[in-house]
């Protein structure tokens, strides 16, 4: 009895730890100081002492640090997706820094509460409206959701904008590079304009707020990305050559990238740009111009009746629910009106279906894996080739719209 006394007395702990607090931001500036030489404008947060409401563009996956940089030494309670949470030692740290687990791209009244606690002992809650990582530069798909997030929270928006953190940290590559970043908020709405504003007007405020695009912003800003293999990981995106029309085709190495079938190639600048090799080569100049090409492809596939398919692995937390690991084998595929896995899962033969109309997005790392987002249980799906997540990624993006 009295163990089980001692257990109600013991306080919940909302915030994150100051020692932990101070090791983060330390770390921090001095991360982003030698990666980015990174400039802060702060003049907005001055105008909210109290608690508020964090959004930001969600470009790199390096925000969490600069979040913290940015600002100072003011505490913030991440919201993650639950996922995170099952993978070490990214789940240990968000444990130790108290994140707000929340299911990506549904809603979620526990996390709801938390952040409503944070808010009210005056901490900030850092949430990214996109869910994930843009992957040229340009925001993502934002769900409507947030508005009821915002209109529940009941407290002030503020948004962080980064310039420079998708050049600096693109989710496609695969080696280190330095680049010039700077970071500035800007007051989205005050908690008393909130019910004067209807549901449209929110969503708008928070798009504009957040919005960059890296690439039009290079035409003029002209910042140098130093990297030897500036390249390398565009293979795992550009899954259509442009000039053949061959899938998986792409390879690359260090500044250039080819078409293994007709030999189309390009070469990218410092600035990010692509460039024919030769007169004969197509190309588009910027990465959002060739994914944007891709998913009218894609689109035009899927209106046509094309299935998209690959033998996969399956992962889950189904056999240890504090941990991912695979379950089972078998095959997935997405049409225009079904998506759904079969093969075996714990040992039984399965077909499970999911409704299109309950996903937005599809979770991902480029090359590597991608999720599901259902009801059920959380499901990773690791594709035979690994050339084909994005294109599952981008037959969801065009189904949305």
Same mark, same amino acid.
């Given at each position: 009895?009295?163990?089980?006394?001692?257990?109600?007395?013991?306080?919940?702990?909302?915030?994150?730890?100051?020692?932990l607090?101070?090791?983060?931001t330390?770390?921090?500036?001095?991360?982003?100081?030698?990666?980015?030489?990174?400039?802060?404008?702060?003049?907005?947060?001055?105008?909210?002492?109290?608690?508020?409401l964090?959004?930001?563009?969600?470009?790199?996956?390096q925000?969490?640090?600069?979040?913290?940089?940015?600002?100072?030494f003011?505490?913030?309670?991440?919201v993650?997706?639950?996922?995170?949470?099952?993978?070490?030692?990214?789940?240990?740290?968000?444990?130790?820094?108290?994140?707000? *687990?929340?299911?990506?791209?549904k809603? %979620?009244?526990?996390?709801?509460?938390?952040?409503?606690?944070?808010?009210?002992?005056? =901490?900030?809650?850092?949430?990214?409206p #996109?869910?994930? @990582? #843009?992957?040229?530069?340009?925001? /993502?798909?934002?769900?409507?959701?947030?508005?009821?997030l915002?209109?529940?929270?009941?407290?002030?928006?503020?948004?962080?904008?980064?310039?420079?953190?998708?050049?600096t940290?693109?989710?496609?590559?695969?080696?280190?590079?330095?680049?010039?970043?700077? *970071?500035?908020?800007?007051?989205?709405?005050?908690?008393?304009?909130? *019910?004067?504003?209807?549901?449209?007007?929110i969503?708008?405020?928070?798009?504009?707020a957040?919005y960059?695009?890296?690439?039009?912003?290079?035409?003029?800003l002209?910042?140098?990305?130093? #990297?030897?293999?500036?390249?390398?990981?565009?293979?795992?995106i550009?899954?259509?050559c442009?000039?053949?029309?061959?899938?998986?085709?792409y390879?690359?190495? +260090?500044?250039?990238?080819?078409?293994?079938?007709?030999?189309?190639?390009?070469?990218?600048?410092?600035f990010?740009?692509?460039?024919?090799?030769?007169?004969?080569?197509?190309?588009?100049?910027?990465? /959002?111009d060739?994914? /944007?090409?891709?998913?009218?492809? @894609?689109?035009?596939e899927?209106?046509?009746?094309?299935?998209?398919?690959? %033998?996969?692995?399956?992962? /889950?937390?189904?056999?240890?629910?504090?941990?991912?690991?695979?379950?089972? *084998?078998?095959?997935?595929?997405?049409?225009?009106?079904?998506?759904?896995?079969? =093969?075996?899962?714990?040992?039984?033969?399965?077909?499970?279906?999911?409704?299109?109309?309950?996903?937005?997005?599809?979770?991902?790392?480029p090359?590597?894996?991608?999720?599901?987002?259902?009801?059920?249980?959380?499901?990773? @799906?690791i594709?035979?080739?690994?050339? +084909?997540?994005?294109?599952?990624?981008?037959?969801? %993006?065009?189904?949305i719209g």
């Amino acid at each position: 009895m009295e163990k089980e006394k001692k257990k109600k007395k013991k306080k919940e702990r909302i915030l994150m730890p100051m020692w932990l607090n101070i090791i983060l931001t330390i770390a921090g500036k001095i991360m982003l100081f030698f990666k980015t030489g990174i400039r802060y404008n702060r003049k907005a947060l001055k105008n909210h002492k109290d608690g508020f409401l964090l959004v930001y563009n969600h470009y790199s996956n390096q925000d969490h640090f600069f979040i913290k940089a940015s600002l100072n030494f003011r505490r913030v309670s991440y919201v993650v997706a639950s996922c995170f949470l099952l993978t070490k030692p990214v789940g240990t740290l968000l444990k130790w820094a108290n994140a707000i *687990s929340k299911e990506q791209f549904k809603p %979620d009244l526990v996390a709801i509460r938390k952040m409503k606690k944070v808010l009210d002992k005056k =901490g900030i809650v850092a949430i990214a409206p #996109t869910g994930q @990582i #843009t992957i040229d530069g340009k925001p /993502s798909y934002m769900s409507p959701a947030i508005v009821k997030l915002v209109k529940l929270a009941k407290a002030d928006v503020v948004a962080m904008r980064t310039h420079g953190a998708h050049l600096t940290f693109p989710k496609w590559r695969l080696s280190g590079r330095t680049c010039k970043v700077t *970071s500035e908020f800007v007051t989205v709405l005050k908690k008393e304009e909130l *019910s004067t504003l209807t549901d449209e007007e929110i969503l708008r405020r928070i798009e504009e707020a957040i919005y960059v695009d890296e690439f039009a912003e290079q035409r003029t800003l002209k910042r140098k990305i130093h #990297t030897k293999r500036i390249a390398e990981g565009l293979e795992n995106i550009f899954i259509r050559c442009p000039k053949c029309g061959k899938k998986y085709s792409y390879e690359s190495h +260090k500044n250039e990238c080819h078409c293994t079938e007709c030999g189309n190639a390009f070469v990218m600048d410092q600035f990010g740009f692509m460039h024919p090799k030769t007169e004969q080569d197509k190309v588009f100049e910027m990465v /959002s111009d060739w994914v /944007s090409w891709q998913k009218q492809v @894609i689109g035009k596939e899927l209106e046509d009746g094309i299935e998209f398919s690959d %033998d996969c692995e399956y992962m /889950s937390n189904l056999i240890n629910p504090k941990k991912l690991e695979i379950c089972g *084998s078998g095959k997935v595929v997405l049409k225009k009106d079904e998506f759904y896995i079969e =093969g075996k899962l714990l040992d039984e033969e399965i077909k499970k279906e999911f409704k299109l109309s309950l996903i937005s997005q599809l979770p991902y790392d480029p090359g590597k894996r991608f999720e599901i987002p259902n009801e059920d249980f959380f499901l990773r @799906i690791i594709t035979t080739n690994k050339k +084909k997540v994005f294109e599952f990624v981008q037959c969801i %993006d065009y189904l949305i719209g």
